[in-house]
């Protein structure tokens, strides 16, 4: 489960009714929204039309688990979880491979859910060179406050970008000469697949691995060599061990 659905209320988020529709009109981005289970009344319904509009996520839940959340007790039946940094356009990882003189490098998240992992690829994404983070909108989790902190300044330098849908994604970018490689354990070993050139690398969800509709859409699927007597690595542990073997195999075919 996401560490986000257990954190306190930060400044990241906003509660109430009428600053939550303000929010929206601003256009101040939200990633998320509880609302209480079975509240329909005319303030609540015109935030859901807000947040349909904007295709922002929608979670209904109790009177409990909102008063848990809240830090000003008048939540209103309303709470909504804003980005902590504003997301980049696509353009702009293109912008940065170009200004850098080097062939794009992204990072795709398949519904990443544990705002730590996220921070953590980030910061991975920048230190490997990566031009760009691309995130889905709904299913995972968004730039909250705990993925500016675990990303130790990477998100002032590295494009996040999210889109509705991560297969839709790749398939556009294969049209500006992009391939793309996914993790998972029943691949080919790193070492035997070219990862040099314009490349996505995706990464899959803590726990279901790359769906199959975007495993489907790359062009290959890497393994990662393990020796020890479990099966898995965290999320952004194997993002880096991926990473990194791009970046040595960049440097040596220079």
Not at 61 to 72: A, N
Not at 79 to 94: K, P
Not at 166 to 192: P, R
């Amino acid at each position: 489960m996401s560490e986000m659905t257990n954190e306190k209320v930060s400044e990241s988020y906003i509660e109430g009714r009428n600053p939550v529709i303000e929010a929206f009109r601003s256009g101040k981005t939200i990633d998320k929204l509880y609302i209480l289970d079975g509240a329909n009344d005319g303030p609540i319904m015109t935030i859901k039309r807000e947040a349909k509009k904007h295709d922002t996520y929608v979670k209904y839940v109790s009177k409990e688990r909102l008063d848990q959340m809240s830090q000003t007790g008048t939540h209103q039946g309303v709470i909504a979880c804003t980005a902590a940094y504003e997301y980049s356009e696509m353009e702009d990882i293109f912008e940065l491979a170009e200004k850098k003189g080097e062939a794009p490098f992204v990072y795709i998240l398949d519904n990443i859910e544990d705002p730590h992992n996220l921070g953590a690829i980030i910061r991975t994404a920048n230190l490997s060179g990566a031009h760009g983070v691309i995130i889905p909108k709904n299913r995972a989790v968004g730039l909250t406050s705990t993925v500016a902190r675990t990303s130790a300044g990477a998100l002032n330098y590295t494009p996040v970008v999210r889109v509705t849908n991560i297969s839709k994604t790749i398939e556009e970018l294969k049209k500006k000469g992009m391939w793309f490689v996914c993790a998972d354990m029943d691949g080919e070993i790193m070492y035997n697949l070219d990862l040099t050139g314009s490349i996505g690398l995706v990464i899959g969800n803590e726990g279901e691995g790359v769906s199959r509709l975007v495993r489907e859409n790359c062009d290959y699927i890497a393994s990662i060599p393990m020796k020890g007597d479990i099966d898995s690595l965290n999320a952004s542990v194997a993002a880096g061990v991926l990473g990194f073997e791009i970046v040595r195999q960049r440097l040596h075919k220079k």
